[in-house]
């Protein structure tokens, strides 16, 4: 009995130095681990997609410089002016509509062109118009529009 005992009491005392020994190797360790810090940074990179849409084409058409001229018919005023296309796309077959209109802005004539020939391209092309109408006194100024077919 004695031996087991002693084998116990053996096993006991070696558990016990063994447990000092482990703690005591951590213990030591632990300063080297601390002296080898390593420090690992992160960054995050957003990325956004987008994709690209084309803008509408678009149709931009002023009428410049209009004003009228005496006819070969004296019955008749002949009306002139500049087409200018300033959208971004070419323009065929434009018509205009010339009122005459009075002192209190009352239309009290009108006309349309035929269909121009010519094709206005885009970013500031130019083209120019005219239209017979007829004389008369009470007509105070002119206002045209651009129709398109």
Do not use: W
Not at 44 to 73: M, N, Q, Y
Not at 84 to 94: A, E, Y
Request: net charge negative.
């Amino acid at each position: 009995m004695d031996t087991n005992t002693s084998t116990t009491r053996g096993a006991q005392r070696r558990g016990t130095s063994l447990g000092v020994g482990i703690a005591a190797a951590l213990l030591l360790s632990l300063p080297a681990c601390a002296a080898h810090e390593h420090v690992v940074a992160t960054r995050t990179t957003t990325t956004v997609e987008r994709t690209a849409v084309a803008p509408a084409k678009t149709v931009d058409i002023s009428i410049v410089g209009l004003h009228d001229e005496p006819a070969v018919d004296p019955a008749q005023e002949r009306v002139v002016g500049t087409i200018v296309n300033d959208g971004d796309r070419r323009v065929t077959g434009l018509s205009i509509r010339v009122d005459a209109v009075d002192d209190t802005g009352r239309v009290v004539n009108s006309v349309v062109t035929p269909p121009l020939r010519q094709d206005i391209d885009a970013y500031g092309g130019r083209a120019t118009f005219e239209a017979l109408m007829p004389r008369d006194a009470t007509v105070a100024g002119y206002h045209a529009v651009a129709v398109a077919r």
